[in-house]
Structures are given as C-alpha cells and as structure tokens.
C-alpha cells in the first residue's frame, strides 16, 4: 500500500511516496509517523483495515477511509474513539460515494429545512451511457464477506455501545413502501437501499441530538431503477444470491467468478474509462416535517407534519470519479479547516466531522458534486 500526503501549494508530482505493507504493523507505523492524514482505501476493511486505523491513531494521524461496511465502521468507533480524542486526531469512515452524498445531502437538507423535520426518504438512482458499466470486484468480494458474516458482526451489542441513548423521535414516521413500489413524486421503481448510507446517516444524528441537541428524525433510504422489469430482476438476483453465499462450496464459486455471477455487473477489471466518463447519478431527499421548531428537541409536535422540501444531489461517476473527490475533500478538510472540525478528535461519520461550518460542499463541489434545493417536478428528474 502506498500513501500520498497533501502538501499545499506543491505539485502533487513532487510530494514523497511512502511504501508500507498493511499487513506489517512496523511498516504501518513509520508511515503514520509521517504523515497528517492517512488516506486508507483498503479493501475489504474487516479484513484489511484495522491495523491502519490502530496505526494512525496511535501514532498521531487522522485517518480517512471509503468503506461501506457498517459493522467495521461502527466496530472503530467502539474500539479508537477515545484513544482518537486523547491524540487529538479525527477517523472519519465512509467518506467515498458511500456515503458522502446521503450523509451530507440529509445534513444540507437539515440546514435549509425551516421548522422541525419528522423523517427523510433519500433515492439514489445510477445512469449508465451506452457502453454500460462493471463495478470493480472489490466491491463485490466485500458484499460477500458482509452476506457471509453477518450473524457474526455482533453489530446490535456495537450499537448499543456507541449509541446508548435512546434518541426521542416522533410518532411522525415515513410512509411504509412495498418491497417494491412506484413512487408518487419520481414516476419510477423503487426498492430499499441496502447500502451503508442509512446506519451512516443514522450515527450522524445521534451526534447531532446528542453533542448538539438537535431533533433526531427518522430517515429511509431507497434505490430508484428504471424500470419494473429491472426492479424484479435486481431482487431476484439478490435472493438467490444471499442464499448461495450461505454455503462454502457456492460461496467460493460467488468469490472466484464475479463477472458470470453477476452478469458483468462486477468485473475483476472494474469499469472503463468510457463507462466512468459516461456514468454518472442523482440523489434525491425528500424532508417531511413543520413550519415551526421547537425549543426543546425532546418535545414532540402534537399536529402532522406538512411542510416539505426537496434536495438532489448530482455528481459524476460513483465508483471512481465521485468517490475519489469525496475522498480527496475530506482530507483536504481535516487539513484546512481543523477549526471547524468537532473540538475534541474521535471518530465521526462525514456529518458528524464536517456539517458545521467547514468548506467540504465548496470542495465537493470541484469535483462536480453538488446539491441544491428544488422546488419543482422538473427539478427532480
């Protein structure tokens, strides 16, 4: 594993090269010594990632990472959190495509939002151009090992540690959706997401109730396709799928052959540059909630909730252009605007480390990621 380190006002070209082998701790070490930011793309994490964490933290480097793997994300927080505050350093997980743009457009949206929110419904769809697009292997050998391992994250006991407040939200809920449904607003299938961005966004809000008093809220999170055919067919596969990654024998054929399992949607080669430059998606979030906020955030609001606001997220290519510039903005902004970072280091989610007060929009922006308010029908597609 390489390391690059940012150096302001250097060209990237001249800035040192430090080699180290994540699977040996001394080698880990040394390059943490040196550096301010550990960049960590890792992967799969539960197999790869601790010990740069271990080693960033304890020797004095914030540490950044793309996982989507929320019960090696939440297992960090248990296990370097305050070690992360007495160094003073920040961890902040999942700052790829999964999950900056949910985590941070549910957090835009709170900002602009004018009374109380009582629940979000995020929908992301992928746009692919003519030559289609193959996500890496990686990804899918990391959707293997979370199917496989599930029973055994002990993730709930890991919740309850780094979440132990029960946080006061309202009767108020989002509406219950099919397993598959057309939405009312967006005029296409939908399905639930199962990402990292809902247990990402669902931290982020325990920090917000919890450091800030904020009013927690409810959020589901959604995957729009373009048609109902590919709805089931997503579905179907996915059934299967996770029944045949149950056993060894059909697992390891899973893991040996992701183009054939996967219909070309997993590639050992990962996508080409035409298909990044072709690709790219949209977010959407839909806030329901009331004109008015209250004071007290563990009061709850006796009428339904009736306002409603909009945000879309836009950016190009998930896999490596957006997720790339994610990544890049979030360690330029524990570089540049430590400030406004929370005071004491730990380790956050994107939201937690920079909804307040930071440049990370004006960042994401550069790199074509943006999100805006929008008011219309026309807006939204």
Same mark, same amino acid.
């Given at each position: 594993?390489?390391?690059?380190?940012?150096?302001?006002?250097?060209?990237?070209?001249?800035?040192?090269? *430090?080699?180290?082998?994540?699977?040996?701790?001394?080698?880990?070490?040394?390059? %943490?010594? &040196?550096?301010?930011?550990?960049?960590?793309?890792?992967?799969?994490?539960?197999?790869? $990632?601790?010990?740069?964490?271990?080693?960033?933290?304890?020797?004095?480097?914030?540490?950044?990472?793309?996982? $989507?793997?929320?019960?090696?994300?939440?297992?960090?927080?248990?296990?370097?959190?305050?070690? =992360?505050?007495?160094?003073?350093?920040?961890?902040?997980?999942?700052?790829?495509?999964?999950?900056?743009?949910?985590?941070?457009?549910?957090? /835009?949206?709170? &900002?602009?939002?004018?009374?109380?929110?009582?629940?979000?419904?995020?929908?992301?769809?992928?746009?692919?151009?003519?030559?289609?697009?193959?996500?890496?292997?990686?990804?899918? &050998? +990391?959707?293997?090992?979370?199917?496989?391992?599930? %029973?055994?994250?002990?993730?709930?006991?890991?919740?309850? %540690?780094?979440?132990?407040?029960?946080?006061?939200?309202?009767?108020?809920?989002?509406?219950?959706?099919?397993?598959?449904?057309?939405?009312?607003?967006?005029?296409?299938?939908?399905?639930?997401?199962?990402?990292?961005?809902?247990? *990402?966004?669902?931290?982020?809000?325990?920090?917000?109730?919890?450091?800030?008093?904020?009013?927690?809220?409810?959020?589901?999170?959604?995957?729009?396709?373009?048609?109902?055919?590919? =709805?089931?067919?997503?579905?179907?596969?996915?059934?299967?799928?996770?029944?045949?990654?149950?056993?060894?024998?059909?697992?390891? /054929?899973?893991?040996?052959?992701?183009?054939?399992?996967?219909?070309?949607?997993?590639?050992?080669?990962?996508?080409?540059?035409? &298909?990044?430059?072709?690709?790219?998606?949209?977010?959407?979030?839909?806030?329901?909630?009331?004109?008015?906020?209250?004071?007290?955030?563990?009061?709850?609001?006796?009428?339904?909730?009736?306002?409603?606001? *909009?945000?879309?997220?836009?950016?190009?290519?998930?896999?490596?252009?957006? +997720?790339?510039?994610?990544?890049?903005?979030?360690?330029?902004? *524990?570089?540049?605007?430590?400030?406004?970072?929370?005071?004491? $280091?730990?380790?956050?989610?994107?939201?937690? =480390?920079? $909804?307040?007060?930071?440049?990370?929009?004006?960042?994401?922006?550069?790199?074509?990621?943006? /999100?805006?308010?929008?008011?219309?029908?026309?807006?939204?597609?």
């Amino acid at each position: 594993m390489s390391v690059r380190f940012y150096v302001a006002g250097k060209n990237v070209r001249d800035v040192p090269i *430090i080699i180290a082998d994540s699977s040996d701790e001394q080698s880990l070490v040394e390059m %943490a010594k &040196q550096a301010v930011v550990v960049v960590n793309t890792v992967g799969p994490y539960r197999l790869h $990632g601790e010990a740069v964490v271990k080693a960033a933290v304890e020797n004095g480097a914030s540490h950044v990472d793309i996982s $989507g793997e929320p019960a090696w994300l939440e297992k960090m927080q248990m296990k370097y959190s305050e070690t =992360a505050k007495e160094k003073g350093v920040y961890v902040v997980g999942a700052c790829g495509w999964d999950s900056i743009p949910c985590d941070m457009g549910v957090n /835009f949206l709170q &900002q602009h939002f004018p009374g109380d929110i009582a629940f979000v419904e995020t929908f992301v769809q992928l746009n692919t151009g003519s030559s289609g697009y193959s996500f890496n292997a990686g990804t899918y &050998q +990391t959707l293997i090992l979370g199917l496989s391992e599930a %029973a055994s994250d002990g993730l709930g006991k890991i919740r309850r %540690a780094i979440m132990p407040e029960k946080m006061p939200r309202g009767p108020a809920r989002p509406p219950k959706r099919s397993a598959i449904f057309k939405h009312e607003g967006l005029n296409k299938w939908c399905l639930p997401f199962l990402g990292a961005d809902k247990s *990402i966004v669902n931290r982020s809000r325990y920090f917000a109730h919890t450091e800030h008093q904020e009013r927690p809220f409810y959020v589901e999170t959604y995957l729009r396709l373009s048609s109902l055919f590919w =709805a089931l067919m997503l579905v179907l596969w996915m059934m299967v799928f996770s029944f045949l990654v149950k056993f060894k024998p059909t697992r390891k /054929f899973l893991q040996n052959y992701p183009d054939l399992c996967t219909f070309n949607m997993f590639k050992e080669s990962g996508p080409t540059r035409e &298909q990044m430059d072709q690709a790219s998606f949209v977010y959407w979030f839909f806030g329901t909630g009331w004109e008015t906020k209250l004071s007290d955030p563990n009061e709850q609001h006796t009428d339904k909730p009736k306002s409603k606001m *909009i945000v879309r997220c836009d950016g190009p290519d998930a896999g490596y252009y957006a +997720t790339s510039g994610c990544l890049l903005s979030s360690a330029l902004t *524990i570089l540049q605007d430590k400030n406004s970072l929370p005071k004491n $280091g730990g380790v956050y989610t994107t939201a937690a =480390a920079f $909804g307040r007060d930071t440049k990370i929009y004006d960042r994401l922006a550069q790199f074509g990621i943006t /999100f805006r308010v929008v008011d219309s029908i026309e807006q939204r597609h």
